[in-house]
């Protein structure tokens, strides 16, 4: 029966088995607690840590092993808090292993990994600082929505998407739209050109090679006259260690990304959130057959 509970809703295992869905729960969590291993903590080299919003039940904090996709801790809540219990858990020989932590720019995980591993490397994640840089020609689309005559709100309220799409994702009347918009606006021409040339960044294996282009970058954006431009810029001259550890790790934020939508999944298939305990369990046992 745990089996069908791991592929099934629980409205259809009852169905199957003719069990109440409490039996049904009941039997799955005793089947997870006595055979899932517990997690793997020795020989970790990077972790991965993300928030997953859960609506009504708030958030909770999630940390992988970045190479085995591993769930190895979720707790209730984001920020320093909600890892302190991890670390805690954590040898000294079994922290002075971890190389790497991949984590988002916003500085709500960037506190504990600094106290509790102040000799790992921190990777800011490609993925979050390009959608963040996504938000930057959205904010630019409507500083410009907003100064425009009537029939030029009307032409730049349907093209946010034509701007953010990689190029290759257009259709043949999104590319002519876009260029009609490019070669009409200057500043969103600048931020278009310059959101293809940020992601060059990640292409580079070597240190030097990926520092040369993302301080070019960075002048590039500063020079462009876009104020939103500049600002983010800015932030990205302070983060620039962070970025480049990227070149020794090469760890992103994909498999944490991924593994969110697989929460949702697991939720829904479970008819919401009984517990924390049960879904840490759940979703250990798609991790380990995930991966």
Known sequence: MSLLCRWLPVQSVC????VTPSSAYRYDRYILQTELPAPRLDGLEALLIDEKHLGRAGFITLVLNARSGELLWLAEGRGKAALDGFFAK??????????????DRSGAYRAAVETHLPQTDIVFDKFHLVANL????????????????????????GQRYNLLRNPENLSAEGRLQLDTLLAANRDLSVVYLLKDAFKQVWTYTYRKCAEKRLVGWIAMAK?????????????????????????????????????????????????????????????????????
């Open 223 to 291: 020079e462009s006259g876009v104020a939103e431009l500049k600002r983010f810029a800015s932030g990205l001259l302070e983060a620039k260690e962070q970025i480049l550890n990227f070149c020794q790790h090469r760890i992103t934020s994909a498999r944490i990304e991924a593994f969110n939508t697989l929460v949702s999944r697991v939720i829904h298939k479970a008819c919401g959130v009984a517990n924390l305990d049960f879904l840490f369990l759940k979703l250990r046992q798609e991790s380990l057959q995930r991966w």
């Open 15 to 18: 169905e199957l088995v003719a």
């Open 90 to 103: 954590l040898s000294a020989g079994q922290k002075a292993s971890i190389a790497a932590v991949g984590i």
């Open 134 to 157: 996504g938000e930057v020609i959205e904010r630019v689309r409507r500083r410009t929505q907003a100064q425009a005559n009537a029939e030029g709100r009307t032409f730049l309220k």
